[in-house]
């Protein structure tokens, strides 16, 4: 029995380690992961919301070129009435909608799909979104030309600004 126990002290002393826990290093080898991950869900988590952003500043810029495109193909001006903001469902959302006529109290309806989340058609055929915020209250109308008139129009929003360029129309 002697030899056995002689052995089992000479590994202890050459450093071979049973299970007796982690390294130092392997404990900041995990908590470097797990920040790595933790730092990439957080990312992912904040680019969803600015997607969606993006996503709805370039839906409202179609729904301009969409009136420009009406008031050309017919005998009536056309336009898109910014009009504040409106709650639905415990949620905020920036309003608008289209109109003809220079009657811009009246929305006329769009074939926008509701997603009840970023995007809703309310009953008056007014279109809300959310997360973007229009924090200009302004109608913007074409005429048969397409143009807005004689003055460049600004809408402002949370993803930047729309420009309708004066007298050509030009949206950016």
């Not at 898109?80 to 920036?94: C, K, L, V």
């Not at 109290?105 to 008056?124: I, K, L, M, Q």
């Not at 809408?155 to 729309?162: E, K, L, N, R, V």
């Amino acid at each position: 029995m002697g030899k056995g126990k002689n052995r089992v002290e000479g590994m202890r002393a050459t450093g071979v380690r049973g299970s007796g826990g982690f390294t130092m290093i392997e404990i900041i080898v995990v908590l470097v992961f797990i920040g790595l991950v933790t730092g990439f869900a957080t990312m992912a988590i904040r680019s969803t919301d600015t997607h969606s952003t993006r996503s709805q500043l370039a839906m409202v810029k179609s729904h301009l070129r969409y009136a420009q495109a009406r008031a050309i193909h017919s005998d009536a001006a056309w336009g898109i009435n910014f009009s504040g903001t409106r709650s639905h469902e415990g949620r905020t959302y920036s309003n608008y909608w289209l109109f003809t006529n220079g009657d811009a109290g009246t929305p006329v309806s769009f074939h926008v799909e509701d997603d009840a989340r970023y995007v809703v058609v309310f009953s008056d055929g007014s279109v809300g979104t959310w997360p973007l915020e229009i924090s200009t209250v302004a109608a913007v109308e074409f005429d048969e030309w397409g143009s807005p008139g004689a003055a460049s129009v600004t809408i402002a929003t949370s993803a930047g600004d729309i420009v309708v360029t004066q007298n050509t129309g030009h949206i950016e």
